[in-house]
């Protein structure tokens, strides 16, 4: 028996934990970047009405404090993610960290886990298992938002970076 024996049933296990609460944060977070990238489109469709909002953005320095500085405000994709990409990269770190900890720590105070660990699962399992399906999450969110703004008509680079 190696120290990963058993991943695979803790993360069926975890899948299976999460089936509400994983497809919920994974729609959230999809769901906010791709609608954000559509209101842009919608509210600002040429390039000179996204100029003009850029030089109005440079004189408000409480908006400045609380989205950090403007970069590449020319293009839709540049206003997604200068608006929403730290704040979706804050609740995927969320996401993750709740997930893992679900999955390891609050196990452990239940005392499910020296239960699970009575059985032939490896020392790493637990954690292997919870970072997988933290990674696995992220990664969808991840794939969702690339295929939105693809389907908004971004270029396909820019939408997977």
Request: net charge positive; hydrophobic share 50%.
């Amino acid at each position: 028996m190696n120290a990963f024996t058993g991943t695979t049933a803790l993360l069926r296990l975890g899948v299976r934990l999460d089936r509400v609460r994983l497809p919920i944060w994974i729609g959230a977070v999809s769901l906010l970047v791709c609608s954000t990238a559509s209101a842009f489109t919608r509210l600002y469709p040429t390039l000179e009405s996204r100029r003009e909002f850029a030089s109005t953005l440079a004189g408000t320095p409480v908006l400045l404090a609380l989205t950090g500085p403007p970069f590449n405000l020319d293009t839709i994709g540049g206003l997604t993610a200068w608006r929403v990409g730290g704040l979706s990269g804050v609740l995927m770190g969320t996401l993750g960290l709740l997930t893992v900890n679900r999955h390891t720590r609050a196990e452990e105070e239940a005392g499910r886990l020296e239960l699970i660990g009575s059985t032939a699962i490896g020392r790493m399992a637990p954690t292997a298992a919870a970072l997988l399906l933290a990674f696995a999450a992220c990664a969808t969110i991840g794939t969702l938002i690339a295929a939105g703004l693809v389907a908004l008509g971004m270029p396909a680079g820019g939408s997977v970076a």
